[in-house]
């Protein structure tokens, strides 16, 4: 079984450059999320899609933060102007529908933002 | 909010020793409660889960959990530690309270085996 995949492993950009981040979850998977991994620290939820309807994105600085997830199955994180603190691993995972179900996760896509 | 706690940053132990890496949590409802484990560069993988049941819970590559809802804890071990085992551990949790359920990670807590 395919695990979920991510693009590109890593970026590095200048500060008020736009970035956008690529996921492709589980096959089968109805749920997909988008975590933030600063260093040092554990992974912050961003967004969270169920099929193509989002369920929770309190999280999200959406003043320079967006995500789409059409059609239900791949997702793009999108940072428009990127901050020097945005540097971190970006981390999507996906899990089959129920709270009591695990997620799996990509390898992350790091960012550097200089 | 649910939240979680791993008191300690760092774990030492020696090759071949129990382990125990202590994770405490907070929730208004009954807890799902989980464990990964991130190797540098690497996503997150799962190794365990409680969600109902028995309270000592076995997942992969020898570790287990036990729940104790008096404590609010859920302390990850293993009874003989392999350097192999030397990584990054995350718990998580998820409150079937009121509300929005998303998982809610610790900070981690880095394990060292020393041969």
């Known amino acids: 079984e395919a695990g979920v995949a991510q693009s590109p492993r890593y970026k590095i950009i200048e500060k008020r450059q736009s970035v956008a981040f690529w996921c492709n979850p589980i096959s089968g998977h109805a749920t997909l999320y988008w975590y933030q991994q600063i260093l040092g620290q554990g992974p912050k939820l961003l967004i969270q899609f169920q099929n193509n309807g989002v369920v929770d994105d309190s999280q999200l600085p959406k003043d320079r933060f967006s995500a789409e997830r059409l059609k239900g199955v791949d997702s793009t994180l999108k940072i428009q102007p990127a901050k020097l603190e945005d540097s971190a691993v970006y981390l999507c995972?996906?899990?089959?529908?129920?709270?009591?179900?695990?997620?799996?996760f990509g390898q992350g896509t790091r960012l550097t933002v200089v | 909010a649910q939240s979680v706690a791993q008191p300690e940053d760092q774990v030492n132990v020696a090759e071949g020793n129990p382990l125990t890496v202590k994770c405490t949590y907070s929730v208004s409802g009954n807890p799902y409660l989980f464990w990964y484990v991130q190797y540098p560069n690497r996503g997150l993988q799962f190794l365990l889960k409680?969600?109902?049941?028995?309270?000592l819970v076995k997942g992969s590559y020898g570790f287990e959990a036990e729940f104790n809802k008096s404590q609010t804890s859920f302390h990850l071990k293993k009874p003989s530690a392999l350097v192999s085992d030397s990584a990054l551990y995350f718990c998580a949790v998820r409150d079937m309270g009121f509300g929005n359920n998303d998982m809610r990670f610790g900070a981690g807590t880095r394990l060292t085996v020393k041969p």
């Open positions: 409680y969600i109902t049941g028995d309270n």
């Open positions: 995972a996906s899990s089959l529908m129920g709270s009591g179900t695990e997620a799996f």
